[in-house]
């Protein structure tokens, strides 16, 4: 089992900064996938970030490429996402997913872990 646990939301204004947190517990390995995935009311889940645990490769919505950052502490076991140049329609639940893939997948379907999201609200 994999548990994980976001942290970092909250209330900014336009154009300001939050970096989430993602600890990352239990049976995980150098193949694990590590996503983060938005939902605003009213719409789906989508992808936002992806990267490999074991690896630089990462992956980002177009939605917040150049905004976002995703990264990695293995000592900490702890996965980022630090966000710049936030824009309210990036208002949404953040979660974190991990799973067993051993690529960058964008689609949540193949992920098999969530945490339970934090809220980030970004006000005009």
């Known amino acids: 089992q994999v548990q994980l646990v976001e942290s970092g939301g909250g209330l900014v204004q336009a154009g300001g900064s939050l970096r989430l947190s993602c600890a990352v517990s239990g049976r995980t390995s150098s193949t694990y996938t590590m996503g983060w995935f938005r939902q605003a009311p009213g719409k789906e889940r989508e992808f936002v970030a992806v990267?490999?645990?074991?690896?630089?490769?990462?992956r980002y919505a177009d939605s917040v490429k150049g905004r976002f950052t995703i990264s990695r502490d293995n000592a900490k076991n702890t996965v980022y996402l630090q966000m710049n140049s936030l824009k309210p329609e990036d208002t949404a639940i953040y979660y974190c997913?991990?799973?067993?893939?051993?690529?960058?997948?964008?689609?949540?379907?193949?992920?098999?872990?969530w945490g339970q999201g934090t809220q980030v609200t970004v006000s005009s």
């Open positions: 990267m490999i645990r074991s690896a630089v490769s990462t």
């Open positions: 997913a991990a799973a067993n893939l051993g690529w960058s997948s964008p689609k949540r379907n193949d992920y098999n872990y």
